[in-house]
């Protein structure tokens, strides 16, 4: 038999081949290849939904090498992945050999394996199936959903929200989610409150903290000591006490082990643990999944990674507590194997739990064999399935409640673990958990009646804190609660909301941008129901239902499709005027709350008479006074006085000295990007234009120097020479924002950095790892010149001289070699411009280095027209900053 095997990624299919003998071609599609045009028409509702395909260069070109293969081949096996996509996949694969008509005579069929060993892939090859229908019509109608959604309300947006970029069926949704929680932490207010804890010591002299609870007889709530004076008062009463124990309850808890992981649990518990995003802790498990080579032989890991079942196998279940039995002993092997069941909404369990392919590839066997990143996030499922698998942990709890004749009573707990349990192996960390002490804390001794000693008595000011904004880990675990996306879709959905600016990454915590603000004002306003996050998880079960072969694609879409178009073809007739009015009164009581002076908060803290509202400009949306142009005054789009620090300007600008060696006059001032400073007014015939820089994150308008105006309109400094090769070492602006730079070689400061007093030392540190980064391949045959393999903002790339490629989808850094980088190079073929900012053709964007900021040439401001209300006049692009400020950003 000569038969054809086709998986996504090269990495895959190198391990595949070595499990097949020389009868099998294994051959890579590269992830997808085709897709639906990126133009209207693409999906046509008129036509009970008919689609639309194009392949792209590369998907044409694997499609060819398919069908070369297939030459003599008698049969073609479809293995990609076993999820929806996979599926599809295969679909579409099969879809283009046949229009080439290169399956005449071809057996084709499906074959699915939940892990990459040599057994699952053999045992997968003996049992073939056919596609499944059921799942490619659920894949046509998720497809068909998300384009028509932003097809269709994209420019809708566009028309009627200047600044805004696109929308998406679930995007909008996460966006949403991110926004109300913004709102629900610059709306809140700290609210204060007091606690009492006293000291007391046992018969025997041990001593223990307790709290009150009670006082007077009456149960304390958290705010019935609001202030200094009650809780002072209340302090005076306990300590005027005497007190003895009047009850010691002691019982035995028991903590169970969680479920193996799933997708989702994998990337919250990665973020919490290693601090890696979603998009990383997905690669890197892809890798895990597809194969390493451990000493010669290539194998498999871990399961399949995209899947919402907690389920295992029952021979990897025996197999773990063999291990658990061995290891740890038999205490530690329950007396049944656990089971567990998905508690996510809506949680299909078509696949098992992420979980090691053998047990007996414990992390420190193969840790060698692994990069940094593998090695930790094994190690990571290997501990927790083994986990999952284990006794439960037991606490000894006691809470002992002492009190006086006055009914004045304290609290004390304690918890002391009795039997470790799993714990000896994995403890999940937590997002804001709370406060643990209690579970370690020890109570002495004691019994009821015993007379205690009282020590000091402390009354502790507290305030409450608002919620937390949503981390990578903390998103997903909400979209999941609600049902909405699915496993394979979580990644993309954090991603496309920084890549199209609508939110920014704060201490690993999402932001919402203003842009962002205000797409999600502009459709809960006027398309409610597709942005509710109730309506999109039903859809996203009547999704399950198609792929279950219960109800039909094509209704699920017509249904969708009739209110959708009506919603949409309701807002034609708006004008931008009315979408400015209607946003002002919806978003006016969260960003004008009432003052407890009473005073209005909509009033002009410039002027004085004119009256602050939400205002659009090109550049996205912002407050500002109705007294405009009289009144510059200008407020980012946030609360007054909320915690984020503002970058007001009252007067439009700000004078700061002059500068010391030129004389010229050093202004802070506004523009459509944020706060910048500039030097001079440039020379009357506006040939000569000023220099400006934008102020990067950390420096604030208010408390800017001169001092530091100058610094920034200075940059790019020199730093130093390299210690070993004596290059000289910059500091600068770029697009990217601050870096330092050794000749090519730019690397991105850490948010900590101040690019103004950065040293020699700490430069050539960042300069060290980010060289790390990176990879000689080898001599270009054509010049000799080296050809290098880096990681870059947009992806990993090589480079040769000023031309750059980007890999394609399932190609590494680790695995690319000379000869598929100088091809990969070939394809690209002319030079990447240098200009900062540049994108070649057919995409090819240039490798991630910030460039100094003053290569870019400012842009002229353009005169305000008094005729209509705009945003502040826009200073151009500073030359010396190449970025813009935090509101735009993020992405």
């Not at 871990?302 to 197999?319: F, L, N, S």
């Not at 070649?840 to 964007?845: F, H, I, L, S």
Request: positive net charge; aromatic residues 6%.
């Amino acid at each position: 038999m000569n038969a054809v095997v086709v998986v996504e990624s090269p990495a895959k299919a190198k391990t595949i081949n070595k499990y097949l003998g020389d009868d099998y071609t294994v051959l890579a599609s590269f992830g997808h290849v085709r897709d639906l045009p990126p133009r209207d028409g693409s999906v046509r509702p008129e036509e009970d939904f008919a689609m639309d395909w194009q392949a792209d260069e590369r998907g044409s070109k694997q499609i060819a090498a398919i069908a070369r293969a297939l030459k003599g081949a008698d049969r073609l096996y479809l293995a990609t992945d076993p999820d929806r996509e996979g599926e599809a996949i295969s679909w579409h694969v099969r879809a283009m050999l046949g229009e080439r008509h290169a399956l005449d005579g071809i057996d084709v069929r499906r074959v699915t394996f939940n892990e990459i060993t040599k057994s699952a892939v053999r045992a997968a090859m003996a049992a073939p199936r056919e596609l499944d229908q059921a799942l490619i019509e659920a894949y046509l109608a998720r497809r068909a959903l998300d384009y028509l959604v932003g097809f269709t309300l994209s420019p809708v947006l566009w028309r009627k929200l200047p600044g805004a970029r696109s929308a998406g069926r679930v995007q909008s949704v996460a966006l949403r989610l991110v926004c109300e929680r913004e709102a629900e932490i610059e709306a809140f207010r700290a609210r204060e409150y007091w606690t009492i804890e006293a000291e007391f010591t046992t018969p025997a002299g041990a001593r223990f903290p307790a709290r009150l609870t009670h006082l007077a007889g009456r149960k304390l709530g958290q705010f019935d000591l609001p202030d200094a004076a009650t809780a002072l008062a209340a302090k005076a009463a306990v300590e005027a006490g005497a007190f003895t124990v009047a009850s010691v309850e002691k019982k035995r808890v028991r903590r169970h082990p969680l479920p193996p992981f799933t997708t989702s649990t994998l990337q919250q518990e990665a973020a919490r643990k290693l601090g890696f995003g979603a998009q990383a802790t997905m690669r890197t498990a892809q890798q895990l999944y597809e194969g390493v080579d451990l000493g010669g032989e290539t194998v498999g890991l871990i399961t399949y990674m995209r899947t919402d079942g907690v389920q295992m196998a029952a021979e990897a279940i025996t197999a773990i507590r063999t291990h658990v039995g061995a290891q740890f002993g038999p205490a530690y092997v329950p007396s049944a194997p656990r089971a567990y069941t998905a508690r996510a909404k809506n949680a299909q369990e078509a696949h098992e739990a992420i979980r090691p392919t053998d047990i007996s590839r414990t992390p420190e066997s193969v840790a060698r064999h692994l990069g940094h990143d593998q090695a930790r996030l094994y190690e990571l499922v290997w501990k927790r399935a083994v986990a999952s698998q284990m006794q439960s942990a037991e606490f000894d709890q006691v809470i002992a409640e002492i009190a006086d004749a006055a009914a004045d009573r304290f609290r004390a707990t304690g918890s002391t673990l009795a039997f470790d349990g799993f714990l000896r192996l994995y403890h999940e960390d937590r997002d804001d958990a709370a406060d643990e002490d209690d579970e370690n804390r020890t109570l002495p001794p004691m019994a009821a009646h015993d007379p205690l000693g009282r020590g000091a008595v402390t009354a502790s000011q507290h305030f409450t804190q608002p919620p937390p904004r949503y981390s990578e880990a903390s998103l997903v675990k909400k979209l999941e609660e609600l049902g909405i996306g699915r496993p394979s879709t979580y990644a993309s959905i954090l991603t496309v909301l920084r890549e199209r600016n609508y939110v920014r990454m704060e201490q690993k915590r999402f932001v919402p941008e203003d842009r962002g603000r205000l797409v999600t004002a502009f459709l809960a306003s006027f398309f409610t129901r597709y942005v509710d996050t109730g309506f999109t998880a039903a859809l996203e079960e009547q999704l399950d239902e198609i792929a279950e072969g219960d109800i039909s694609w094509q209704a699920v879409m017509r249904a969708f499709w009739r209110d959708f178009s009506a919603a949409v073809a309701e807002t034609r007739d708006l004008k931008i005027s009315d979408v400015i009015e209607r946003l002002d009164r919806e978003l006016g009581p969260h960003f004008f709350p009432a003052r407890a002076d009473g005073s209005d908060p909509r009033g002009c803290p410039a002027c004085g008479t004119g009256r602050l509202s939400l205002k659009l400009g090109r550049f996205g949306a912002f407050i500002g006074c109705s007294n405009y142009p009289a009144c510059p005054f200008t407020r980012r789009l946030a609360v007054e006085g909320g915690e984020e620090p503002g970058d007001t300007l009252k007067e439009g600008m700000r004078s700061l000295g002059t500068h010391p060696e030129t004389g010229e006059e050093i202004t802070l001032r506004r523009g459509p990007w944020g706060l910048y400073v500039q030097q001079g007014e440039g020379e009357a015939d506006k040939k000569a234009k000023p220099r400006r820089v934008t102020l990067p994150r950390g420096l604030e308008g208010e408390s800017l120097t001169l001092e530091q105006a100058v610094g920034l309109l200075s940059l790019p400094r020199c730093i130093g020479r390299h210690p070993e090769s004596g290059a000289e070492i910059e500091a600068g602006l770029g697009r990217f924002g601050p870096y330092v730079r050794m000749g090519a070689i730019y690397a991105s400061l850490d948010r900590d950095d101040d690019v103004l007093a950065i040293g020699l030392n700490r430069a050539v540190d960042v300069l060290a790892r980010k060289l790390a980064a990176s990879r000689e391949l080898g001599p270009h045959p054509a010049d000799g010149a080296p050809v290098l393999a880096r990681k870059g903002r947009f992806g990993p790339y090589v480079q040769h001289g000023q031309t750059v490629a980007n890999l394609p989808r399932g190609e590494t850094l680790e695995e690319i070699a000379l000869e598929r980088a100088v091809a990969l190079l070939a394809e690209k073929g002319k030079p990447l411009k240098p200009r900062a900012g540049a994108r070649g053709k057919a995409g090819t964007k240039k490798p991630a280095a910030p460039k100094p900021a003053t290569k870019l040439a400012p842009k002229p401001a353009p005169k305000p027209k008094p005729a209509a209300r705009k945003a502040p006049a826009k200073p151009g692009k500073p030359a010396a900053s190449g970025r813009r400020p935090r509101a735009k950003a993020a992405n």
